[in-house]
């Protein structure tokens, strides 16, 4: 992941503030791109491993054709009601079909940490729920843009 943040430095995220905001949050927005280039924004939930934002998606979504079609994709995640509290990252990359699809528990180790993090963020438990209609996606970030309005003077 690159740092490409070059404007509002003094306002952004330091890594350990960024860490802390994407494991507490639940709701994301991705925005992908169709066929004709028109864009598509959806909200997800989603578990951060330190590395890679994981998102499991409707097997049948618009989203998961696109991303099919084209991997770009952009997830911001924010928070905030007043104009001081606002803060917030925006995550780019591509993003990768990771397990089998629709995801209906076959092992694989490779997700075997976001659904133990995705169990106990969202169901208070410790084993992954399959339900037979989702599947995971993974978007290790090419870039991060963070910023946190509680840092401004006054």
């Known amino acids: 992941m690159t740092d490409t943040q070059r404007h509002g430095r003094r306002i952004m995220m330091t890594p ?3 860490e802390a905001f994407l494991a507490a949050q639940r709701t994301c927005r991705v925005a992908t791109v169709g066929g004709d280039g028109s864009p598509h924004l959806g909200a ?4 951060w491993d ?11 979504s618009k989203r998961r054709a696109q991303l099919r079609k084209d991997p770009r994709a952009s ?6 009601h007043e104009y001081g509290e606002l803060r917030g ?11 089998e699809s629709p995801r209906r528990g076959d092992p694989c180790p490779e997700l075997a940490a976001p659904e133990r993090l995705f169990a106990e963020k969202y169901f208070g438990i410790e ?5 037979g209609r989702h599947a995971w996606l993974r978007l290790a970030p090419e870039s991060v843009v963070s910023w946190d309005f509680r840092k401004i003077p006054g």
Do not use: K, N, Q
């Not at 990359?93 to 397990?99: D, P, S, T």
């Open 16 to 18: 350990s503030e960024l």
């Open 44 to 47: 997800l939930w989603f578990v």
């Open 50 to 60: 330190g590395t890679a934002l994981w998102l499991y998606s409707i097997t049948r």
């Open 75 to 80: 997830v911001l995640v924010d928070d905030g």
């Open 89 to 99: 990252a925006e995550l780019t990359g591509r993003a990768e079909f990771v397990g």
């Open 127 to 131: 084993e992954m729920p399959h339900d």
